[in-house]
């Protein structure tokens, strides 16, 4: 019913920057935080940042001034600008929203599939 479908992930020199997006498809009637993760190999997932339904956010502190989250709600699409990019930034990056469908009267956590961004020179 309701897919989210990451792009922008890739091979990036120390130093450089990357924008991942992450767009919400299907039967939505409204979406409310919307999140990104990142796990590295062995490791657990861990929350990257966070943007509400109202524009507020918030981020780990191994991020803060260097990444920026944003969203456009007229398009159900949440990006994560990233600069000045670690080798230690290196992970999967996963997109998350909590999501009421039609018909549902709940909001319900949805995944993406992860997009690969690699820092290395």
């Known amino acids: 019913q309701v897919q989210l479908q990451e792009s922008g992930g890739g091979l990036v020199q120390p130093g450089g920057s990357l924008r991942l997006s992450c767009a919400a498809s299907?039967?939505?009637?409204?979406?409310?935080?919307m999140r990104w993760y990142r796990q590295a190999p062995g490791k657990q997932r861990d929350l990257v940042a966070t943007?509400?339904?109202?524009?507020?956010?918030n981020y780990a502190d191994s991020v803060k001034g260097r990444f920026t989250i944003s969203r456009d709600n007229a398009k159900n699409t949440v990006y994560l600008q990233m600069n000045s990019l670690k080798p230690e930034d290196t992970a999967v990056y996963y997109c998350?929203?909590?999501?009421?469908?039609?018909?549902?009267?709940?909001?319900?956590?949805?995944w993406g599939q992860g997009t690969q961004v690699t820092v290395s020179s």
């Open positions: 943007i509400t339904s109202g524009g507020s956010t």
């Open positions: 299907g039967s939505i009637t409204s979406i409310g935080d």
């Open positions: 998350n929203a909590v999501i009421l469908t039609r018909g549902s009267l709940y909001y319900i956590p949805y």
